[in-house]
């Protein structure tokens, strides 16, 4: 059942959707200002967005006026087996690199990509069931991997997935640390967004004190 404010979010993304996609540069201010908006009313930091195109965004805005369809069809993000291949994981690094370019010397994508070498990146997509140790394509020991077998996990939507591994705040919000959520279940860093067109969650160990 959709609540009353469940419903307001999901009107409210609905009229950002709509703007962010006919937006232009005059009213670009506007349009981050009113995303920022529904982001954290879904317990979502804004700062999130750096990493995220307007093509991104407005695909996140997409599922999240759709959550209260409970169907198959609106929880579902893609082919289970994109995640597991070697084509998936250029496609991470890319973005990664893209956005560690664009955050200058440290932040959450240079993070994530130092992980990603190290081969202590794992992605999750509770819609399909599927979770994933990340790989370097560009390592010579993966010169002639094209997939791996994921680990089984529950299969769930992303709002019961997200507050299951994620804190929230008295604000309703997700509680970050160092700029990062923290995954409750492994005290590990958390992301969650876009990864081409697909929603993933990643998460990777904490740096040593």
């Given at each position: 059942?959709?609540?009353?404010?469940?419903?307001?979010?999901?009107?409210?993304?609905?009229?950002?959707?709509?703007?962010?996609?006919?937006?232009?540069?005059?009213?670009?201010?506007?349009?981050?200002?009113?995303?920022?908006?529904?982001?954290?009313?879904?317990?979502?930091?804004?700062?999130?967005?750096?990493?995220?195109?307007?093509?991104?965004?407005?695909?996140?805005?997409?599922?999240?006026s759709?959550?209260?369809?409970?169907?198959?069809?609106?929880?579902?993000?893609?082919?289970?087996?994109?995640?597991?291949?070697?084509?998936?994981?250029?496609?991470?690094?890319?973005?990664?690199?893209?956005?560690?370019?664009?955050?200058?010397?440290?932040?959450?994508?240079?993070?994530?990509?130092?992980?990603?070498?190290?081969?202590?990146?794992?992605i999750?997509?509770?819609?399909?069931?599927v979770?994933?140790?990340?790989?370097?394509?560009d390592?010579?020991?993966?010169?002639?991997?094209?997939s791996?077998?994921g680990?089984?996990?529950?299969?769930?939507?992303?709002?019961?997935?997200?507050?299951?591994?994620?804190?929230?705040?008295?604000?309703?919000?997700?509680?970050?640390?160092?700029?990062?959520?923290?995954?409750?279940?492994?005290?590990?860093?958390?992301?969650?967004?876009?990864i081409?067109?697909?929603?993933?969650y990643?998460?990777?160990?904490?740096?040593?004190?």
């Open positions: 059942m959709v609540s009353a404010l469940d419903n307001t979010r999901m009107v409210s993304a609905q009229y950002a959707l709509k703007n962010l996609r006919s937006s232009d540069d005059s009213s670009q201010d506007a349009q981050s200002s009113s995303v920022a908006n529904i982001l954290s009313s879904y317990g979502l930091d804004s700062s999130s967005a750096s990493l995220l195109s307007n093509q991104a965004l407005s695909g996140l805005l997409d599922t999240l759709a959550k209260g369809d409970t169907s198959d069809e609106a929880n579902a993000t893609g082919d289970s087996a994109e995640v597991t291949s070697a084509s998936f994981m250029s496609m991470l690094k890319k973005q990664l690199q893209d956005a560690a370019a664009a955050e200058g010397e440290s932040g959450k994508a240079h993070d994530m990509l130092a992980a990603l070498e190290a081969g202590t990146l794992t999750s997509d509770p819609t399909q069931g979770s994933i140790t990340a790989w370097d394509v390592d010579p020991d993966e010169a002639n991997t094209d791996k077998t680990k089984a996990i529950d299969v769930s939507g992303w709002s019961d997935f997200l507050d299951a591994h994620l804190e929230r705040g008295a604000g309703g919000t997700f509680v970050k640390q160092n700029g990062s959520y923290v995954d409750q279940t492994n005290n590990s860093n958390a992301y969650f967004g876009l081409g067109s697909n929603y993933y990643l998460s990777w160990p904490q740096a040593a004190a």
